[in-house]
């Protein structure tokens, strides 16, 4: 019996599995899913029914890392850029967490999985705010896995963020300038405490970082694929860790030996 027996795996998914060195896969893998909208205009329908079907990759992706034993999955669900796009097309993608929460809250709490939001959380929609609250609350002693939404997120502006709170403490004498390193700033940033992503995932053949955890990514091995997102199935997820494990991970050093 192979482990991942129970999952159903199709003969390519098995032979990547095999090849793949779990031991050393990436504890936290963040993905910029992008090609909604093309994956619709191919298909002649709405944008928002490429967001619509973006809704279900994120399950089954949420799905997939849970069962391939990934600590922490960030999706870039909504980007404080996105904010430019049409009225309609903003308060519809403000509405997927809510509708997500909704419907997969049971499905979080089943799997073990502890909900985190990155981003200012408070633009959001009332009815998202709560939703969100409540599931943050639900999942939080699971210790499973984290599923880290980034909403209303942008690296700019978290690192802005981590700054002005850290100049407000040193300015009122709770912290001394020599503090200030980088393990400490980092635990002023939106994703204190969890480890740098080592795999950064971008769907849709374009080849940008779009603002998306620019201090966290320092070190990622960044893996594109011209697959759009409503299209990305676990095989790719598969595809994306064995390629990143095909790579010299040196951080500035020399090989090892
Ligand atoms: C970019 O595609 C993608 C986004 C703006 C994020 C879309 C949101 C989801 C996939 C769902 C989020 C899920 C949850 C659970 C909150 P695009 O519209 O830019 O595509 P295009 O470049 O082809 O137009």
Not at 55 to 74: M, N, W, Y
Not at 143 to 168: E, H, K, L, S, T
Request: aromatic residues 12%; charged residues 30%.
């Amino acid at each position: 019996m192979a482990w991942y027996d129970k999952y159903n795996f199709n003969a390519y998914e098995k032979d990547l599995a095999d090849s793949i060195q779990w031991e050393k896969a990436p504890a936290h893998i963040a993905i910029i899913m992008d090609g909604n909208g093309r994956w619709a205009a191919q298909r002649d329908l709405p944008r928002i029914e490429g967001h619509r079907q973006g809704v279900d990759t994120v399950r089954d992706i949420v799905k997939a890392c849970r069962h391939l034993e990934v600590e922490v999955l960030t999706i870039y669900a909504f980007s404080t850029e996105n904010w430019k796009r049409p009225k309609w097309e903003v308060k519809f993608l403000l509405e997927l967490p809510y509708k997500y929460l909704q419907e997969d809250l049971q499905s979080l709490l089943d799997n073990n999985i502890k909900l985190r939001i990155s981003g200012e959380a408070e633009a959001l929609p009332a009815k998202a705010r709560e939703a969100i609250s409540n599931a943050l609350d639900r999942t939080a002693n699971n210790n499973g896995m984290i599923f880290n939404m980034a909403i209303n997120y942008g690296g700019r502006p978290d690192i802005v963020q981590a700054a002005r709170r850290i100049a407000f403490e040193a300015r009122e004498g709770q912290i001394k300038l020599e503090d200030i390193e980088e393990k400490f700033f980092a635990n002023y940033l939106q994703t204190a405490g969890l480890p740098d992503p080592e795999l950064v995932i971008r769907t849709s053949g374009e080849l940008r970082v779009s603002n998306f955890l620019l201090w966290q990514i320092a070190y990622a091995e960044l893996y594109f694929t011209p697959v759009y997102w409503p299209d990305f199935k676990r095989m790719h997820l598969l595809e994306a860790i064995y390629d990143y494990q095909t790579r010299r991970r040196r951080y500035g050093g020399l090989e090892e030996e």
